[in-house]
């Protein structure tokens, strides 16, 4: 990871306040030695595998404006601190504090990402806006993030993930957010916590560093959230279910032709389904609250479409892929699936699965749930591929369904290219250690 350091002078001035050190120049801060260039900051960090700090020698060839490290080295641009990893909050602290903009803060277990990419797509019609790029929402991520913001955007918008108790405080308490949203509530990771309450409460500590005077957007379809939300003042609601919400959305599929409505106005997507519509109305409700335009927002969903692996639809020589291979866990294969079985093709709709990771002693359990789920869907072929994913396909007893597990990938990838023909459809999900993304570069 290697960020520019938009504002270099703010930088090297809190450089010298904190460490008494002047830097001449400065360029990017760097956590990854491979990256480093002249007048980077290097941080090296310790993993559960490797402690970068191993490469100082070799990074100081490269000649960065300086290093942190908890290590001792003779180089005069070697600072020692305690502890690399706290540097990040410590200095993001500092920093964000003089960005007076407003903050968007994005959190949840499915969509954020897609959420956060709307709301950059649709604010920039209106200002220069500062975001997290990518994915770079962990406690490491997006702190780090934080130094390509520039003092002349309008809004800052950030994504936070969670994976362990307490992330989400960990990163709020950086951001102090001025609105907030919590896209769902379900059960990934759920294998690092000790309870899907503990979750929640993780989830929530979003909506609890919210300032006072900010606004706390309510998923009023997820009953975790809406719990929580119940006796909160400063909230705007959202939602599919109950019409006595802030922002009303009607979605429906008629003869696969998707319609959506918010507030009674319709809502135009190139690329619309089932979970396009849900990012949409979480979106369209922020944007709103923030002051944008009916016709702006309208202009940049228009022709918004999926990132690589978050659901994104792919033609390839007259075959539909939908790319969902970037994560996965049982609600968002629900969701994804039931988007798919709606899709218009003249072919087959074929499923390519694998593992959902991070479920602890659930695991066995959600694919199992999520087999049941496939009988009743009745795709016409399922092919998997995982240790864990197999237990969904003992559970697929559906006679009008084809499914075969392969415990080779390039075996998966033989039968599904001799299997497929034009005018068939194929959905691809998988956890991110999976790799699926690899099959459809070779379909």
């Excluded at 360029?27 to 980077?40: A, E, H, T």
Aim: a positive charge.
């Amino acid at each position: 990871m290697r960020i520019e350091i938009k504002e270099k002078e703010l930088f090297k001035n809190l450089i010298y306040k904190n460490y008494n050190y002047k830097l001449n120049q400065v360029d990017s801060f760097c956590i990854d030695s491979r990256l480093v260039q002249k007048n980077d900051i290097f941080l090296p960090l310790v993993g559960n595998n490797i402690d970068a700090h191993k490469f100082i020698p070799h990074v100081i060839r490269s000649k960065p404006a300086l290093i942190f490290s908890h290590e001792e080295f003779e180089d005069n641009n070697v600072i020692k601190v305690d502890s690399t990893k706290g540097i990040i909050s410590q200095l993001a602290k500092q920093w964000i504090k003089v960005f007076k903009q407003s903050t968007i803060a994005i959190t949840g277990s499915n969509g954020k990402t897609t959420t956060k990419e709307m709301l950059v797509n649709i604010f920039k019609t209106e200002s220069d806006i500062n975001y997290t790029k990518d994915n770079y929402n962990s406690t490491i991520g997006l702190p780090i993030s934080l130094f390509n913001f520039s003092l002349d955007a309008k809004i800052n918008i950030v994504e936070m993930g969670a994976s362990k108790p307490n992330e989400i405080n960990f990163l709020s308490k950086i951001i102090n957010p001025t609105y907030s949203v919590i896209t769902n509530i379900q059960n990934a990771h759920i294998g690092n916590f000790k309870s899907f309450d503990e979750l929640v409460e993780t989830k929530v500590a979003l909506f609890k560093n919210t300032i006072k005077n900010g606004k706390i957007f309510e998923n009023n379809d997820d009953i975790s959230i809406s719990n929580y939300c119940q006796n909160i003042t400063n909230k705007v609601s959202y939602g599919f279910k109950n019409s006595n919400v802030d922002f009303y959305g009607k979605w429906k599929s008629i003869n696969s032709k998707p319609e959506l409505t918010i507030n009674g106005k319709n809502i135009y997507n190139n690329f619309l389904n089932k979970i396009m519509a849900k990012n949409i109305l979480s979106s369209y409700s922020i944007s709103r609250i923030c002051g944008i335009k009916h016709i702006n927002i309208i202009e940049a969903l228009k022709n918004f479409n999926f990132d690589n692996g978050r659901g994104r639809c792919i033609n390839k020589n007259g075959i539909l892929i939908v790319d969902d291979t970037y994560n996965a866990n049982f609600e968002s294969f629900k969701i994804g699936i039931e988007s798919f079985m709606t899709l218009k093709n003249k072919g087959r709709k074929i499923l390519v699965i694998g593992d959902m990771k991070e479920l602890g002693s659930a695991s066995k359990c959600e694919h199992i749930k999520l087999g049941n789920f496939i009988n009743k869907k009745t795709p016409d072929i399922v092919f998997s591929f995982g240790d864990e994913i197999l237990n969904t396909i003992k559970e697929i007893k559906n006679k009008n369904i084809f499914s075969k597990h392969f415990v080779e990938k390039k075996i998966l990838i033989d039968n599904l290219k001799s299997e497929i023909k034009k005018g068939d459809a194929i959905y691809l999900k998988a956890s991110r250690s999976l790799n699926f993304e690899k099959i459809i570069k070779n379909i």
